[in-house]
């Protein structure tokens, strides 16, 4: 058969883009290994519980960003030699899994490290909060008090009490965890709902105010902000909504800054509330514990 010479033409430039393809030498990544981001408080309890749930490593290489990785992670890196690597923790905000973020109270973690292709390097990062943190509220009961109080007007249950029974404490004996915070419907429908006794003038203009909390409840449970003029409560706004988490603690980081600084609050001061229904004559507990309001 003969080729014309379009034909041929077509067979040289396949042949020769495939004779190309087969000797590219794709470059082979280093890899670091992050299996969790750990928080460092101060010993003096003035930071609180050093209790977190890091979700993601924000990771930079020489200040540029690879990506954000779901820990534990393996992450690939097309470098080599000596290398900056910073890494920030990062949070589901609000505990939405589509609004994850670096928690902005948290410090970086840095480390030099000198890679090599194929090669795995393991970090272990470790944070603090940052120096700047103003820390306006800590709870953690540890000190047999309660810095609640009964509001609402639907509420039906609105005693806290502290309890100290090993299976109901947050992380009981760890780092001198004894006592958390504890509702008991006593096997009744009702609405639960307590304030902090306190009453906080938090900063305008700030996108870093938050209200951290560790939850374990039998009903679904909310945290929000009772805005206050003088002496009396405005109407209450419900930030976070938790769904029911009777075998397992949780922790919510709260993003508190769009409701604080809305036009609607202007002037006004805070407090913090909790708020849950139990729709059932039947059993239901709510534990709270390692509540933190701060802010820069």
């Not at 990062?125 to 000190?143: C, L, M, N």
């Not at 958390?180 to 639960?192: L, Y």
Request: one cysteine or more; hydrophobic letters at 40%; aromatic letters at 14%.
């Amino acid at each position: 058969m003969r080729l014309t010479h379009k034909y041929y033409l077509f067979l040289v430039l396949i042949l020769g883009w495939s004779c190309q393809s087969f000797d590219k030498i794709e470059p082979i990544p280093a890899y670091i290994y992050i299996s969790s981001i750990n928080l460092s408080v101060n010993t003096d309890g003035s930071e609180g519980s050093n209790a977190h749930d890091i979700k993601d490593a924000w990771v930079f290489a020489n200040g540029q960003l690879i990506g954000v990785f779901e820990l534990p992670c393996m992450v690939p890196l097309l470098k080599k030699d000596s290398i900056v690597i910073t890494v920030f923790a990062g949070i589901k905000v609000n505990g939405q899994s589509n609004n994850r973020k670096f928690y902005p109270f948290y410090d970086v973690y840095t480390e030099s490290v000198y890679l090599k292709s194929a090669e795995i390097d393991t970090l272990r990062p470790v944070v603090k909060y940052k120096s700047g943190a103003i820390f306006q509220w800590i709870e953690d009961f540890e000190d047999l008090a309660v810095s609640f109080e009964k509001t609402g007007i639907t509420r039906t249950v609105d005693t806290l009490k502290i309890t100290g029974l090993p299976t109901e404490v947050f992380q009981y004996g760890q780092l001198g965890n004894r006592y958390s915070g504890k509702v008991d419907f006593r096997e009744k429908k009702g609405t639960f709902e307590n304030s902090s006794i306190g009453i906080y003038d938090l900063p305008r203009l700030s996108s870093d105010i938050y209200f951290e909390v560790h939850y374990k409840s039998d009903v679904p449970i909310s945290f929000g902000l009772y805005p206050t003029s003088g002496s009396s409560l405005d109407v209450g706004i419900p930030v976070y909504y938790g769904f029911a988490s009777p075998k397992e603690w949780k922790k919510a980081y709260i993003r508190l800054s769009d409701d604080v600084n809305s036009a609607a609050n202007a002037g006004k001061k805070f407090r913090i509330f909790i708020n849950a229904v139990n729709k059932e004559d039947s059993s239901a507990v709510i534990l709270i514990d390692n509540l933190k309001l701060l802010h820069f």
